[in-house]
């Protein structure tokens, strides 16, 4: 049996449909899979009525952004929350719109920064109509779209972290974030603790938030899955299992393909009770 419960979809950063993603779990036979696109319920309804359509167990997801201050510096921990049977949405939705207000704002201010400091080729008025989550790599696919004459590695310095055009997005504390998912009735798990830079901190942040789960299972190929499966026994916390597909071509060091990380039956068996699935 496999059991997938990240992946993203076009309404983030994927380059599938949620349909496509039915399709293609499908074929590598998966038999759960969750959509968690990042800061957006969007392509749930999509994602949802593909499942009943083609016979497969979907499972209501989310990637939220959240952040945590090591000494200054900052962490961006995700949270990857699965939705119960009674799961609301509302404060969810609502947060969701707002940031998202910001993070389209943030993109447009960054890429005109980009263009006055780097001179490359962008396009506002696009970027200003799309409904999707704008994120740093959806600013490099507009760029290397918008400038196929450049290589697309030397155009990666400028949505990069270190970039002379960078400008940072709010998000939410982790506490608060984990506190939002639960609220509305979401199973809330920490989504890949090995991407963690300060490895020291993984602790602290499980006793400061509210997870129920963490991603012992991931792509990412230096990923320590018995530390981390210790981490959880330790708190508590179930064990969760995630390939983070984004596309069929991209390198599969840090993201799998669908089904590449999976739980087993009986790792499964509490979550699933949890989260009502048959
Ligand atoms: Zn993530
Ligand atoms: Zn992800």
Request: with cysteine; net charge neutral.
């Amino acid at each position: 049996m496999k059991i997938d419960l990240h992946c993203h979809s076009t309404f983030s950063d994927g380059v599938l449909t949620p349909r496509e993603l039915v399709l293609r779990a499908k074929a590598n036979n998966v038999d759960y899979l969750a959509l968690t696109d990042h800061d957006t319920l969007l392509g749930l309804p999509d994602f949802m009525n593909s499942g009943k359509e083609l016979n497969l167990n979907t499972i209501e997801g989310i990637e939220l952004t959240t952040y945590y201050n090591d000494n200054g510096k900052t962490e961006h921990i995700h949270c990857v929350g699965l939705a119960k049977k009674d799961a609301k949405k509302d404060s969810l939705s609502n947060y969701l719109k707002e940031i998202n207000k910001k993070r389209k704002n943030r993109a447009l201010e960054m890429l005109s920064r980009i263009h006055d400091i780097y001179g490359y080729t962008v396009n506002l008025d696009e970027i200003s109509k799309t409904n999707s989550v704008i994120t740093r790599k959806s600013m490099l696919d507009h760029l290397v779209k918008e400038n196929s004459n450049i290589d697309p590695q030397v155009l990666r310095i400028s949505t990069s972290l270190d970039s002379k055009a960078y400008v940072p997005t709010k998000y939410i504390k982790v506490e608060d974030g984990t506190r939002l998912l639960k609220e509305n009735n979401f199973f809330v798990i920490f989504a890949h603790p090995c991407l963690v830079k300060n490895q020291l901190i993984v602790e602290t942040i499980i006793k400061l938030s509210t997870f129920d789960g963490i991603e012992v299972k991931y792509s990412y190929i230096y990923n320590d899955e018995q530390h981390f499966k210790g981490i959880a026994q330790k708190y508590n916390l179930l064990f969760s299992a995630g390939s983070d597909f984004h596309s069929p071509t991209e390198s599969q060091k840090k993201h799998g393909d669908i089904g590449s990380s999976t739980l087993n039956e009986d790792e499964f068996k509490p979550m699933k009770e949890i989260l009502n699935l048959k």
